[in-house]
């Protein structure tokens, strides 16, 4: 009659269920987002957004969050970028309004 019974096993036991805190954004992940906004906004708009978005893709990714370090470098090096489109097409833009007369 005790051919058949086999004893309990403990390790297909379910565990206790554990309350844990409800977990929020990484920290440095909202920062390297906002680098790429100002950034791609920099590259589009106007420089200083470039500027912003250069700033804070490099502090993000000084800060080291494994969340946000692709898209900080993404950040800086579109801001870059966006100063570079900028330097170049400043002076075109100064160099054609001149020799239209739009200063005089």
């Known amino acids: 009659m005790s051919e058949?019974?086999?004893h309990p096993s403990?390790?297909?036991q379910p565990l206790p269920r554990q309350?844990?805190?409800p977990q929020g954004p990484r920290p440095g992940a909202?920062?390297?987002i906002g680098s790429l906004v100002c950034?791609?906004?920099g590259l589009i708009v106007c420089a200083p957004a470039a500027?912003?978005?250069i700033v804070m893709g490099h502090i993000a990714y000084a800060r080291g969050t494994a969340t946000g370090g692709a898209v900080a470098v993404a950040g800086f090096v579109i801001g870059y970028l966006g100063l570079v489109v900028w330097g170049i097409m400043i002076p075109f833009v100064?160099?054609?309004l001149i020799k239209y007369g739009a200063f005089g």
């Open 4 to 6: 058949g019974y086999e």
């Open 10 to 12: 403990f390790e297909h």
């Open 19 to 21: 309350s844990y805190p």
């Open 30 to 32: 909202g920062l390297a």
């Open 39 to 41: 950034s791609i906004a």
């Open 51 to 53: 500027i912003a978005g």
């Open 94 to 96: 100064l160099h054609e």
